[in-house]
């Protein structure tokens, strides 16, 4: 029933279908433990033979209703949830590729992402190549080798807030025969369901409009159940697994395989695990995210028109602008909105910028995005601050950018503390 709803309709139900006299809301399973009956029945999960809960760090019930919601809602085969979206990437990566092998990401993605690629997963013997996402198929093309086992992109990146060319992108993960996996955080499923544009697997930091109280750091996975991974490139997927008694992921699990393999073997060996309080919490989330997405759509859309006839801002990038150069690709990709982050440039430069940040209000400083308040950051004065200027403006930031994540707040307010505090500048 459940899979022919509106996404409001899964955002607020799920799949979660209580029986006589059980709880309404999902409640909180806190228990790390759970009990059976013969060691008949506990030896059947360890072979993965029966489902069943048998330790939290692999799976329990309220996090399995968070994964199957998210799931749900993009569309997918099943779900994982994670400690962080930066546990989601990494493992989402490791599943799939080890030292010595490769993988080719869009060079716009978030900071954390790329440092965990170029710094991180470099150490252990991965190669990435970065690519601009605006380069020509060809050259995205050049950058394969036999070892690579991945395409990664985001679907707004950070900070130029570039919409992907899904059409681009998972074309040539088609003919490179690699899945492709994207990090959906900044549309969410509402805004964008990046499996029906021919994604393979999507991440998320739950921490972000998922939550959307900045309230709690989680991370998912979601496999799209539509990669054919019986082509030779992955057999750990498709060769027996002697950690379960040589279970062979594609064979027994099928459109499920890549998310199996992930909770048995990965959060099993790394344990970064979702606790149940925050899976609560993010399942809780879920339930309005259509309704603030709609508000965070609108009101950052409205700020951004305000501050681009404002004298003293230089220039704003938001891809619901003609001015930004994605507005060609939202009408396929981003319909409902582009979300809630902007950026803009104040005259006067790296000053002008700290002297607005410190004259704000109603809007806070705060080093997060994507929650119910307004809150802004200056990166040349803060997260980018080590960086040279020359790195700073390869990286994107420019010594004016203001970053703007808009809350749900009355438009109004905003504005008003917006044009208070550039009267300062
Ligand atoms: C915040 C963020 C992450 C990392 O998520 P955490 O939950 O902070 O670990 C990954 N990708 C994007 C796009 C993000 O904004």
Known sequence: MSQNWKIE???????????????????????????????????????????????????????????????????GAGAMATSSGQAATALAILNICGAGQHIVAASTIYGGTFSLLSNTLKKIGIEISFVNPDAEPEEIKGLFRPETKA??????GNPGLNVLDFEKFSTIAKEMDVPLIIDNTFATPYLCTPLRHGANIVIHSASKYIDGHAISVGGVIVDGGNYNWNNGKYPDLTEPDPSYHGVKYVERFKEQAYIVKCRVQLLRDFGSTMSPFNAFLSHLGLETLHVRMDRHCENALKLAQYLEQHPKVNWVSYP???????????????PKGCSGVLTFGIKGGLEAGIRFIDHVKLTALVVHV??????????????????????????GVTPDLVRVSVGIENIEDIIADFEQALDHC
Not at 321 to 330: E, G, K, N, Q, V
Not at 373 to 394: D, F, G, I, K
């Open 151 to 156: 395409l990664f992109a985001e679907t707004i």
């Open 320 to 334: 619901g602008l003609p001015s930004h150069p994605s507005y060609a690709l939202i009408s396929k990709y981003l």
């Open 9 to 75: 309709t899964k955002a607020v139900q799920g799949t979660y279908s209580p029986k006589n006299s059980e709880t309404r809301v999902v409640p909180i399973y806190q228990s790390t433990t759970y009990k059976y009956d013969t060691s008949e029945q506990v030896a059947k999960l360890f072979d993965l033979e029966a489902e069943g809960h048998m330790y939290t760090r692999i799976s329990n019930p309220t996090i399995a209703e968070f994964e199957e919601k998210m799931s749900l809602l993009e569309g």
């Open 370 to 395: 994507a929650d119910v308040r307004t809150c802004v950051l200056h990166p040349a004065s803060t997260t980018h601050r080590q960086l040279t200027e020359e790195q700073q403006v390869t990286s």
